[in-house]
């Protein structure tokens, strides 16, 4: 695999685990008790912190891609092991 390729697969897999990272432990200034600011949205959230969110993104994305490498590189679960209907066979 090229380091290009490798670069965008890992930028991929920061994203998807950036979605799946930032709802957790959001509260809104409601769920705080705090006072909401003149303007604010009523589910703005009042205590990100995007510091704890990258981190957390980070480690997750590099577990995943790490995975996914090594499925990649010792061929664990190839497209033959998926494929429940036997389409590729059909498709030849």
Do not use: C, H
Not at 52 to 65: D, E, P, S, W, Y
Request: aromatic share 14%; hydrophobic share 50%.
């Amino acid at each position: 695999m090229e380091t290009v390729s490798i670069i965008a697969i890992y930028a991929l897999f920061w994203v998807l685990s950036a979605f799946i990272i930032l709802p957790f432990g959001v509260k809104n200034n409601k769920e705080l008790g705090v006072d909401d600011i003149p303007g604010q949205a009523d589910g703005a959230p009042g205590n990100f912190k995007p510091l704890k969110v990258i981190g957390m993104t980070t480690l997750l994305a590099t577990v995943a891609f790490g995975l996914f490498y090594m499925n990649y590189i010792n061929g664990w679960i190839t497209l033959d092991t998926i494929d429940i209907f036997n389409s590729r066979e059909r498709l030849r």
